[in-house]
Structure formats: structure tokens, C-alpha cells
């Protein structure tokens, strides 16, 4: 089963129209919830008025006063309400202050516009430049709320010994996840045998954060909240965090009201006030020996993490932990800092923070090769990791890498080198149109970083049903990645049955162990391989209780589990999380083995910018990634596809535009993603390469393809028009069009 294309096991549900998202489930009796936001970016909420225009008794109305637990969103750090107190800071622009719920959906949104706020208005913070500075100051003592420091050698020391030294800025924009479904959660609160039960359903890739945030709102014990994840059109990590923010407040309504109620944002809602990828700046200082090779490395790297902490630490951690990139260097400083602002708080996209830091190492790396005389193929060849090398935090490369070969398959893919001097001899012609060919190599770690999967513990299992098949109980969610197909050819390739004997049990908290969230290319490899033990011990239990004899037919393996359940009454095993005895890491020094592996790739883009309009289309594309074991090719190369897909747009189009705190182009006509017809045809190649952590040998693949388009294409670019400094994503026509008058006035 392992290798095979298997099809889509939710496909068919989905393409006849028949699967049931949150907003398509009508309860009886069922409300509809809106949230009433504050529209300053920063000050202090003095109260708030009803006024008239619809009948405010017919209105559920909660507000921070009817929390019966604690007021905070359970996260990292303990810094941001569910609501606004009265007397209360507001911290952004799109804060929640009260939720209303009527069972006429436009009663409610009407009465939402009748809800006026009295706020007295406060000095905002709105940028990195100007949370650096202090001005003011609006969270701790500096307005940081998480600062790493990396250090490898002494970087100092190796800067001043360098042959040559260069610098470069690099900036990032913040990116929209845009996932199809908005969010959406239907709240019900209930009096049940031992007191007050919490049920939320919707959309959601973490079931166990909603759960842990949901306990806190309601200070209840964890058997009496439950939490169920709903079909999901898609996350990208937007739906990691966030919706245990909209869970509360329907959970608050429904309360309030004594009946469900279901809040369902529009598009407008929720691209204005969910959390985005996080903007960034980053400063790269590196010093070369005199044929090239990297002696020093000094980075600092800022990300905008936004009003409140949420998951800016983790995010930052692993743009720190990737800034070097894929290169060899003994002398290493990374400063790494997530600074507080007065816009909504940044949170999980694809990629996780290393797409920031990748792009400007690997454009950093053309703008040495060029200063140098040299061909930046070849400086990257000079300086690749090798096994046995070192990495940033003293990760030593243990398996076989070979860098270089893979650089050498991505250009092999696109006629890389013959399309470069190809586009040299027409860019020379009196043409509008401008043609480039550039690369990126880079890497994804596997999993949590550091000891996250320890911490963490994941449990998953299997259950043999009564019919005789089996069922996985795990609590990772499926939002289009294919996770319900490649777990269960990983369980049926475990207990040799055909696929299509082994289903996902739904995720619901009440039925399924905390396998952690569905975040951090981790499902495969980390739960796949817990799944992978659980099903072996289901299969040990038949064995050894006389069941079942090897070998076996799955009809033989049906009867076996029907006999066992009809004498035990229940056939489950489970399995953990079993760290590496070997691996290391120290939370407080970022020293050690930061990943328990890594997946490595090399992306080439050939694009054409046209010098009337500046439009760049991006008109070939290679994806060559080493990922270990491919469990199921066609998945996984839609899911290389798709990634690019939203690399590419974050690359060209993708500009979210803040107005004091607020994002101003909050519609699909005014933030631009591209289309199939914006797309060339994505090639994408497997090297596969064996790993003793992931189920049957496979790594991460889900957030690798967003972390190496954005600098093949500006490398592209760079080649197509010159000695520009395309420093900054999104590269869009009005950016390239000030680079060029820039460089004409210089």
C-alpha cells in the first residue's frame, strides 16, 4: 500500500457535492452568532451602547461579563481575551467586544452595526521599524515578545578575517491563508449527568487546542467539553490556532442563549480578522574566503507577530533555526525576534516562519555570487552541507546528503542552462519582453522543533469494528492534505489488508486519543509512524490470542477481529511517540539536533517580465525534493503542486495592505491570488531516500513547497532584468517598476 496511488478516500463525497461543511448543517433551534470588533488599533474600551433599529429582545447579547472561566485564549503565553473587558486594553483593530445571536442571521448582522463602542484612543504601533524603536511601547519592556539567539563559532571573529564581506535587507509581507471554507463553529451547552457539557463543532485542524481553550473559558473538566472536527476546506495552518477564538464565542452564545448557535464568517471577516503569516525583516551580514566558501554568517531576523503572542514563538523558532539555509559554515550568529504590534496577531502559515528566512538567505547567496565574479550555481555548490557537517545549532548531518545532485536534477528539469543563455541572447534585443531562469535550494524540518514531540507525547490507535475492519483513531485532521488516504495505507500496509478495509474514525475528542495538531509536516511522519506500532500491536493481539495464524487472507483477518470483539468486547491498540534515544536538544541554548530529520529540495522558475506593464509571469517550473519513502505519489505530488502554487502568489501578488492596524484589500477583488490560468505547468520529482523515523521510510512534505518559490522566482528575476535588488515579497509590478527608476536615478 505504501507507494500506490491510492485514491482520495473523502474524494467522492466531495466532488458529488455531498460532504457536509460547518456552514451547510442546519440544527433545530439553532441561532446565528456575529461579533461586534473594536475599530481603533489601540486604546481603552469605556463601554459600549444599543442603538435602536431592531428588537434587541429577541437578541442574545454575551459579553466578557458572562465568561464563567478564565477570559484568556489558552496559547503559548497567557496574553490575549476572548473579549474585551469594559476598562479593558484594546490591542488591535479587529478585537472581539461582544457577540450577539439572533435566529434571523440578517437580524443579527443588522443589530451588529447598532452596537457603538465608546473608546478613548491611544498611540498605535503599526510596523517593525516602529516596535523596534519603542515608539511606544505596548507590550513588556521592548516590545519583543520572543528573542533567540543562535550562535555556532564566534562570528565576530571569522567576519574580520574574511576575504570579503557583504550585506543585504530582505523583507517579507504578511500572506492571507485563504483557505476555501472560512471559519465556522456551531456551539451547544448542555446540562448533562455530572453538570455543564461544552460541544463545538466546525472547522479546525487542532481538535485538542480547541479542547484545552474551551476548558479554560469554561474552567470545566476535559470530560465534559468535546470538541469534533467537521469536513474542511482546507487550513494552511489558518485554522491551527485561531479557531479556538471563534469555538469560545459560540460556545459563550450558546450558553447565553440555551440553544446551539452557529457563527460563520463571511470572506470579508475572516480575512480581516485571522491571523496571517507573519511579515518580516531580515539582515544578512556573511563573510567569504577568497575562493568563495562561507566563513561567517551573522543574521537578524525579525518577524511582526502582531497585537498578542499566540504562536509567534514556535513560528520564530523555526525561521531562526532555518536561516542559514542548506549551507556550510563554522562561525555562525542568528538573532532572531518576534516584535508586538497593533494589528491582528500573526499566526501559522504553511512553511512556519522558514519561507521568511529562506527567501533571504537564498537571495542572499545570488547577490554574493554576483559580487564575487562568481556563478551562483556554483557558490551554492561550493557550500552545500555534506554528511558530517554541522548545522546552525550543531545538528550534525547524519544521513546521506547529496545537495549537489539535486540541484543538478532541478536544472536538468527546466534546461536550466540552456534557457540561460538562451534568455542572455534574447534579453540583449529591443524587446519589452525580459526572460530569466534562477533556483533555490533549501529545507524543511520534520515535525515539532526540538523537543515539541516529546513534550507532546502523541498517542493514535486502531480499532478492529464488529464488520471485521478497522478503524484509525487519531486526532489529525484532514483538510485536503490526503491524511485520512495515507494513514490508512499506512495501517493497511502494516496489517497487510487491502486499503479499502481500513477507515478514519471521525475526529471527536470523546472517541479519539490527542495525536497532536495537524500542523508542522508532521502528520505522516510522526503519527503515520505511531499508527504504523499501533497496528502492529493489533495485529501481536490476534496473534498471540489465538485468533489469527500467519499467513493470512483479510478475510481470515475479518473473522479474526470479529471473534476477538465478540469475546473482549472492544479490539483497540495504540501506540506513542517514541523520541530518539540519540537526539538532543536544549530548549534554553538552541543547541543540538533541532529536527529529527530534515527534507531537503531545489525549485527552478523561468519567468518573463514585461518592461510596458511589469507583469511577471512565471512560465516554467521545476520541484525536485528528497522527502524520504512517497506513501502515495499522486497525493503527494498535488500537494508539491498546490504549495507552489501559493508560493508563487505570495511571490508576484499576494500584498496584504494594513491601514492603521486594519486589512484594507480584505476581498477576493482586491487581494489578488493566481488562478490555474496564472500557473505553468508544475514538474515535480521525488528522490527518495530512506529514514528510520517516518513509516516505512517517508519524511514532511505538506510546507516544503512554500519555502523555496519566492527565491527561485526573484533569482528569475534578477537575471531577467539586470542589477536590480529585488529584495522584497510580493514582487509586484508597482515594487518592480520603483526598483528600475531607482537604479536609473542612482
Partial sequence: MIGASTIRKEGRAK??????????????????????????????????????????????????????????????????????EVGGTISHPEQAVVLLAHPDRQVAEKARGLVRLEVDELPAVLDIPASLACDPVIHGERNVLKEILITKGDADAAMARAARVFEGEYRTGAQEQLYLEPNAMIGTVEEGPAGREVTVSGSLQCPYYVHDALIQLFGLPAERVRVVALE?????????????????????????????????????????????????????????????????????????????????????????????????????????????????????????????SLFAIERHMDH???????????????????????????????????????????????????????????????????????????????????????????????????????????????????????????????????????????????????????????????????????????????????????????AQFRAAVAAARAKLGSLKAYGQFKANPEAAWDDKTYRGDAYPNYSWACYAAAVAVDLTTFEVKVEDFAAVQEVGRVVNPTLATGQIQGGVAQGIGWALWEDVTFREGRMVNNQLTNYIIPTAADLPHIRVAFLEAGNPFGPGGAKGIGELPMDGPAPAIANALREALGDLRLDEVPMTPERILQRLEEARHA
Avoid at 460547518?22 to 469605556?46: E, F
Avoid at 555548490?381 to 544521513?399: E, Y
Fill in 368 to 554: 554574493c555570487a554576483r559580487e564575487m565574479g562568481l556563478d551562483p550555481v556554483d557558490l551554492r555548490r561550493l557550500n552545500f552541507l555534506r554528511k558530517g557537517d554541522t548545522m546552525a545549532t550543531g545538528q550534525v548531518i547524519k544521513d546521506d546528503l547529496d545537495l549537489a545532485g539535486l540541484m543538478d536534477r532541478a536544472m536538468e528539469e527546466i534546461a536550466f542552462r540552456d534557457l540561460q543563455k538562451a534568455y542572455r541572447v534574447r534579453n540583449a534585443w529591443d524587446d519589452p519582453i525580459k526572460r530569466g531562469v534562477g533556483l533555490s535550494v533549501f529545507m524543511h524540518g520534520c515535525g515539532f522543533t526540538g523537543s515539541g514531540e516529546a513534550h507532546m507525547a502523541s498517542v493514535a490507535g486502531v480499532e478492529g469494528r464488529e464488520d471485521g475492519t478497522v478503524a484509525v483513531l487519531a486526532a489529525s485532521t484532514e483538510m485536503g492534505q490526503g491524511k485520512n488516504t495515507v494513514f490508512c495505507q499506512i495501517v493497511a500496509e502494516t496489517l497487510g489488508l487491502p486499503v479499502d478495509l481500513v477507515e478514519m474514525a471521525e475526529v471527536d475528542t470523546r472517541f479519539v486519543p490527542n495525536s497532536g495538531p495537524t500542523v508542522a509536516s508532521r502528520s505522516t511522519m510522526v503519527v503515520g509512524k505511531i499508527l504504523e506500532d499501533a497496528a502492529r500491536g493489533l495485529r501481536l493481539a490476534l496473534l498471540q490470542g489465538g485468533f489469527l495464524a500467519e499467513p493470512y487472507t483479510p
Fill in 15 to 84: 466532488v458529488l457535492g455531498t460532504a457536509k461543511y460547518t456552514d451547510d448543517l442546519d440544527l433545530p433551534g439553532a441561532l446565528h452568532g456575529v461579533t461586534v470588533r473594536t475599530r481603533c488599533a489601540r486604546g481603552v474600551l469605556r463601554g459600549f451602547t444599543f442603538l435602536d433599529g431592531v428588537p434587541w429582545d429577541e437578541i442574545t447579547v454575551a459579553t466578557a461579563a458572562d465568561i464563567p472561566g478564565r477570559n484568556i485564549v489558552a496559547s503559548i503565553h497567557d496574553d490575549q481575551p476572548f473579549l474585551v
Fill in 232 to 356: 474542511m476546506g482546507g487550513g494552511f495552518g489558518g485554522k491551527e490556532d485561531f479557531p479556538s477564538v471563534i469555538a469560545g464565542h459560540a460556545a459563550l452564545l450558546a450558553l447565553k442563549a440555551g440553544r446551539p448557535v452557529k457563527i460563520a464568517y463571511d470572506r470579508e471577516e475572516d480575512m480581516a480578522a485571522t491571523t496571517k503569516r507573519h511579515p518580516s525583516r531580515t539582515r544578512v551580514r556573511t563573510g567569504f574566503d577568497a575562493e568563495g566558501r562561507l566563513v561567517a554568517m551573522d543574521i537578524d531576523f525579525v518577524l511582526d507577530g502582531g497585537a498578542f503572542t499566540t504562536l509567534s514563538p514556535v513560528v520564530l523558532s523555526r525561521g531562526a533555526i532555518h536561516a542559514c539555509g542548506p549551507y556550510r559554515c563554522g562561525d555562525v550568529r542568528v538573532l532572531a525576534r518576534a516584535v508586538a504590534t497593533n494589528t491582528p496577531p500573526c499566526g501559522a502559515f504553511r512553511g512556519f516562519g522558514a519561507p521568511q
